[in-house]
């Protein structure tokens, strides 16, 4: 049998409505992870875990205790299901479908418009490892391996790097500037720990930017 590869994105959910169906262990991580990502959600559930219920008495969720019911995906951008009766993904998927409404169907695979990836995180760098529904343990695994070789200084880089561009104009300039942080003698100082080398370089870097009139 042959899967179809996953085409990855990252969803900007900031303010988006998201609705989970489901309150057990699976749907608390991806409670969890959407509220991170800023999310309003809504969980349409009979039992919801600790954390769950205690994320709604505190109002960072709306937790309706009660099973999912055909219309509850309505005004939602996003859906995921999650529960332990097989009968609810497909509802909730064909309800989706019916929408236009993304959704993942934990336990149904074939009937998920996107599956979630295995996700690290170190400051504003993400790891997203998918093996297109094959082997989610391996994408775990891959997790960990990845994750432990973001070093402080890939964390350091790429906050610098964003700094410097809501700084500097869009231009080639830029991107050379950019691309040397990263891949020239700056970035290698970093990755030795020679921060104070590195900002008398970008120092320098900088001032012909400027000369140069790139800068604002
Ligand atoms: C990556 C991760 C993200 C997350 O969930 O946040 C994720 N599964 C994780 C772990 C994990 N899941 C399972 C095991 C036990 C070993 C095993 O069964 O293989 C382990 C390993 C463990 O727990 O150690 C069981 C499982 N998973 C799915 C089914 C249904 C089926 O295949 O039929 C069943 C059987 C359920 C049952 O037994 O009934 C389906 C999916 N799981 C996916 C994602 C999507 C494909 C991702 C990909 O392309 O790799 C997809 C298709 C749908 C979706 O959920 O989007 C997360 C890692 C979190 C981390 O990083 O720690
Ligand atoms: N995708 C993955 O990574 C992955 C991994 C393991 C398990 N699973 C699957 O995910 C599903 C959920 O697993 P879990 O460990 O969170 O289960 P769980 O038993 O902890 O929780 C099930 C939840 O579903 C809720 N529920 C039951 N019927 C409902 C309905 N009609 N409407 C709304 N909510 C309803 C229950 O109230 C409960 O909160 C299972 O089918 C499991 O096989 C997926």
């Avoid at 590869?5 to 169906?21: A, H, K, M, S």
């Avoid at 969720?61 to 609810?88: I, K, M, N, Q």
């Avoid at 400051?123 to 960990?144: D, E, F, M, Q």
Wanted: hydrophobic share 45%; charged share 25%.
């Amino acid at each position: 049998m042959s899967t179809p590869i996953d085409y990855p994105v990252c969803l900007r959910l900031e303010g988006r409505r998201v609705l989970l169906v489901g309150g057990g262990t699976i749907a608390e991580g991806r409670a969890l992870a959407v509220l991170e990502a800023g999310a309003r959600l809504r969980v349409v559930s009979p039992e919801a875990t600790t954390t769950l219920r205690t994320l709604a008495t505190q109002g960072r969720l709306e937790w309706l205790a009660r099973p999912y019911v055909p219309g509850d995906v309505r005004g939602h951008d996003l859906v995921l299901a999650a529960t332990d009766d097989a009968s609810v993904g497909p509802l909730v998927a064909k309800e989706a479908r019916a929408l236009g409404v993304w959704v993942n169907t934990a336990d149904v695979p074939e009937l998920c418009d996107f599956t979630l990836p295995s996700v690290g995180r170190r400051g504003p760098i993400t790891l997203a490892i998918s093996t297109a529904g094959h082997a989610p343990a391996v994408a775990r695994r891959l997790r960990r391996e990845l994750t432990a070789r973001v070093a402080p200084h890939h964390v350091w880089l790429a906050r610098l790097s964003g700094w410097l561009r809501r700084r500097l104009p869009a231009g080639v300039e830029r991107q050379r500037l950019l691309k040397s942080l990263v891949e020239g003698d700056i970035g290698a100082l970093l990755e030795r720990g020679e921060r104070k080398a590195a900002g008398a370089r970008l120092r320098a870097a900088l001032k012909t930017l400027k000369s140069s009139g790139e800068t604002t």
